[in-house]
């Protein structure tokens, strides 16, 4: 089961083990283009954490819910209300954040009462109301740049949204 001494465990595809980046595998399971690299699952993991830190300097209590079948990754506590949070990773296309708005199902504000979103590459959180979501969407998109037609009807700027 365990490799021999000195010998370096062997990756093939399938396998269920999870590597992270900071691992010295993750660099070669990636260039095998295994499927089992948690890069999504990890990409998350981080946008929580952020997140969570941000809430905590803005002066708010975090609760955790136990285990992973809830629609929201974590509760902050806001003016003596308990408000539900869904943390997504954002990414920066065609000058705007897009994050997506659904896993198994479509987020809604029967499910959370905010969307956040971690842009890595900005280093920026974005705090989505979700009655913004309506009956649900797929993703959701916060303008970074103006639109060339400079409308601005109908559409979220990103700034508008980086208070909680």
Not at 31 to 38: D, G, I, K, W
Not at 47 to 56: C, K, Q, Y
Not at 84 to 98: N, P, S
Request: charged fraction near 25%.
């Amino acid at each position: 089961m365990y490799p021999a001494r000195g010998k370096r465990p062997s990756l093939h595809c399938g396998s269920q083990v999870r590597i992270l980046p900071s691992s010295p595998l993750h660099s070669r399971a990636r260039a095998l283009r295994c499927p089992f690299v948690a890069l999504s699952k990890s990409k998350g993991d981080l946008a929580e954490v952020v997140i969570m830190a941000d809430l905590m300097k803005r002066g708010h209590k975090i609760a955790l819910p136990y285990g992973e079948d809830w629609p929201f990754d974590l509760v902050v506590m806001r003016a003596g209300r308990f408000e539900r949070v869904q943390c997504k990773t954002g990414r920066l296309r065609d000058g705007a954040v897009v994050f997506d708005c659904s896993s198994t199902r479509k987020y809604t504000s029967a499910d959370v009462d905010w969307m956040a979103a971690y842009e890595p590459s900005t280093q920026q959180i974005y705090y989505v109301p979700a009655g913004l979501l309506g009956n649900g969407m797929n993703t959701f998109s916060l303008r970074v740049e103006p639109l060339r037609s400079q409308r601005t009807t109908g559409i979220h700027f990103a700034h508008e949204f980086q208070t909680f």
